[in-house]
């Protein structure tokens, strides 16, 4: 089976904002409403804890898949993130996927760096190797190696990677079960992002074509895209100052934003004020690149025109797409875009 016969799957993406039991009253509607999968972030100060959300979640609904988006090795050790996720996969045989990624929102508010793609590889051999039952050699401290291994484990659990550079894209398509790719929709950067991921796989002799890849795309069902456009000026800012600018040039949007913006906390993608921050972003965003790049990297539009794109989405190999509104600290409103975008016939009901 290739890619394009997997079952093109749509899921949306809910920070865990509240509390588990008010976040799981999402999910349900979410699985009412038809969507495949329910994604869940991981950032320990910016929302509840991740597994403990998805518990609930696992005991409250019936379908839907269950995955993080993603949570990390860094704050969390291989061993106990290998744990948390056979706990999820019992209360919810077959629909937990682990997706992995190197940090970002996590590490950087308590000062740890990002994981480098030497120590995730290492990682994601840990997690497979504990979650198929097998023994692992532990570096102890000054006491040379502990052997363990994980009580009761989850073969089936899939490790999907998070990535959007060249080395992890590399990695994921190495070692991963399934790819998570963050440059949105641009078929630009989306051609570029699976050349890699076709290039690790092959370099492993793997068949890429058998790889599932998901895209993270925000997504707005509206007619007037202007004036939603404008809200999504802080992504923009984050994406030119991590390094992206030359993506973003790709789709025609040059803008230079300095290294360091004052005025938001977070930080821009997650900024608790988020009014402020894009008015803060407009300094360097324009209306004009901020509709650019709604047009281009993410799902903004009719109905019709998602729908669409949804499509040629899965012509290219693609296999499923995540749903992410402006936001993190608001629940998130599933019945709005997915009863625009089944109307339209994109996604057969359940």
Known sequence: MTASDIPFRVGVRVPPCDRADRVVETVWRAERLGFDDVWFPDSQ???RDVFTTLTAAALGTE???????VTNLATRHPAVVASAARSVAELAPGRFTLGLGVGNSSVGPIGLRQTTSAAMREGLGMLRALLDGREWDFEGSGSGTVRSRLRDPRPEVPLHLAASGPKNLRLAGEVADGVILLSGVSPRTLEGATARVREGAEAAGRNADTIPLTVSAYCAVTDDIE????????????IAQNGGAPFLALAGIDVQVPATIGGVYPDLVHAEDWDAAVDICSAWISDEAAVRFAE???????????????????????????????????????????????????????
Do not use: M
């Open 45 to 47: 100060l910016l929302w």
């Open 296 to 350: 281009e990297f993410c799902l903004f539009g009719t109905a019709e025109r998602i729908t669409e794109r949804l499509r040629a989405l899965h012509t290219t190999g693609v296999t499923g797409v995540f749903l992410q509104h402006v936001g993190s600290y608001d629940p998130h409103r599933p019945d709005r875009g997915r009863r625009h975008i089944r109307a339209a016939g994109t996604v057969p009901d359940h």
């Open 227 to 238: 004036a939603e456009a404008r809200r999504i000026k802080p992504i923009c800012a984050s």
């Open 63 to 69: 379908r839907i898949g269950l995955g993080t988006a």
